[in-house]
Every structure is written in structure tokens, then in C-alpha cells.
């Protein structure tokens, strides 16, 4: 990643939401759509008087949409961005809008990218414009998923933890030679990149591969301070703290094998105890994403019972 990395009840009743185009939106899949909408009524040179959009939210299925006249409704708030999408294609196609509506054909669409070298990645992971554009595509292709994979088969940023936050409680836990401002900028790129998904409509989940480094793989430890004793306490205050830190992350995804750096007959209870536990401790709704190649007897039924 980064060079900061140096070292190695949807409502009961419809909801109407209109909108007067005046100054700037803010940010949220409604106005990312309805942004998209007004800049392909430009981009036609029609009369924006003319093609004044209402919006609402209806008792419709999720991600659905339908466009009747110059009413858009969604089962959501992101059909209704889709909604909006789709009008502005109508617009740059035709010209003028036509009734229609959508439905996705499966529920999960989903990009998975992998962080891998620092000196390849440092110049558009950092990049907000970088995410901001990338992110603006995902939501025209309507992907509505993002995985975010750290620490994959690599000792480079395993685990990533100490890379975004400085445990208290941990002061043995640490990335030599790496600043604060380093970590802080870090911490701030990871919160960008999920509030901006989430922003445009796109959930972001944060993948952790190892927790620790695969030593039977000749893999060199980048971060100091790690023992059998601490790495389940510390992990859980570290999730936990990267979690509170970033709202906007909307899932966290582990692998529970022997890649994750975490011996045999040890990981039930590591992961029970710490991962599952700071997702279960967020205070908010987290999805849990369990990778289960070669999984150990009893880690499915720990997940299902973290709560």
C-alpha cells in the first residue's frame, strides 16, 4: 500500500425527496445521481428547466427502480441513485426520458482488489482523485461491493493493523520507522476510500488475509512487538479501533486457515475471541465474511455464534 506502509426498516410510507438543482449537492448516492442526471441534461444542451427530476423512495424491492414521466422512485437509496443512472443514459442517448424499470440480476456485485507493493501502489492509492474516479465508475457499472484485501500471501503489511491506528495498551505493537503522521495519513486514505464507496452507493469491505506472517513460508516479520500471548487481545483493540475510526466500513473479511498466519489449533480461538468479537463490538451492523478454505472444525459455528 502505500508509502505510509513504508515499511515493508426501509420507511413504512414512501418517502418523497425532491430536488431543485441550487449550489452544490452533498455528498450520497441520491445526489452522486441526480449529479449525473443534471450533467447529462448539460452535456445535451437541453433546457434544465425543462427536465427538472423528482425522486422518491418507495416500498419497492431494494436496488430497484422504475422511471415514470419525470418521477424516479427506489426501493432505496441506492435504486434510486441506479434510477437516476439510468435516466441520465436515457438523456444522453435520446434525449428525452421513456418509462422503464430495473432490477438487479444478483445481489452481490463486486470488485476485489489486492495491495501487494508499496512502490507500484504509493501513487494512486493515495490519490483522492484516484478513488473518487474509480469509485464514480463502480456505481455507472452498478457494483454495489468493494473488497479491499491487505496482507495477501505476503509479509508486506501483515498484520495491517499498526500501519492505521497506535494501540495504547499495545506500545510493544509497532511498524519501525514509522511516523505518526505517516500512520495518520494511513488511517485517513483507508476512511476516504470506504466513505466514498459508501457515498456512491457501494459497500466497502475491509479484508485482512494474515494476521500474522507465514513463517513456514520464509516470510520476515515488518512489525514489531507481536507474541502468541498478545496477538488475539491486541488484534480485537486494533479491528476495534480501526472500526470506530471509520464508520463507513461495511464488512470485514478474514481468512481463518493456515494463510492467515495463525497456527493450526489456535485459530478457532483466535478468531472467536478477537476477530469476531470487535466486529460483534462495533456498535453497528458489520457484515462478517469468512473465508473457509480448509477451515478448522468449529470456526463456522463460532461465527455464527459471535452475535
Known sequence: MP????????????????????????????????????????????????FRIRTEISTADPETYRISGSLVTGGDLRGLMYGLLAAAEQIRTRGYLVATAGRPATPIRGIRRFLHNRDLQE?????????????????RNR???????????????????????????????????????ERRRNLETLCFIAQTAADHGVDFTLGIWQHDIQRDRGQRASVEGLTPDNIGPYSYAALKKVLAA??????????????????????VAFFRDSVFRAVRDAGRRVTLEVRGWLMEPGMLEAAIGAG
Open 3 to 50: 508509502g505510509a506502509l513504508r515499511s515493508r426498516k426501509r420507511p413504512a410510507s414512501a418517502l418523497l425527496v425532491w430536488l431543485v438543482a441550487a449550489g452544490p449537492l452533498a455528498a450520497g448516492p441520491l445526489e452522486f445521481g441526480l449529479a449525473e442526471f443534471e450533467r447529462a441534461v448539460a452535456e445535451r444542451r437541453l433546457n434544465p428547466r425543462l
Open 123 to 139: 501513487d494512486w492509492y493515495y490519490s483522492r482523485e484516484y478513488w473518487t474516479e474509480y469509485l464514480r465508475m463502480l456505481a
Open 246 to 267: 471509520c464508520p463507513a466500513i461495511r464488512g470485514v473479511q478474514v481468512r481463518t486457515n493456515v494463510e492467515s498466519g495463525i497456527p493450526p489449533g489456535r485459530q
Open 143 to 181: 457494483f454495489n461491493r468493494l473488497n479491499l484485501v491487505f496482507a495477501h500471501q505476503t509479509d508486506y503489511l501483515a498484520p495491517p493493523y499498526p500501519y492505521w491506528v497506535d494501540v495504547e495498551d499495545f506500545p510493544e505493537v509497532r511498524v519501525p520507522d514509522l511516523g505518526e503522521q
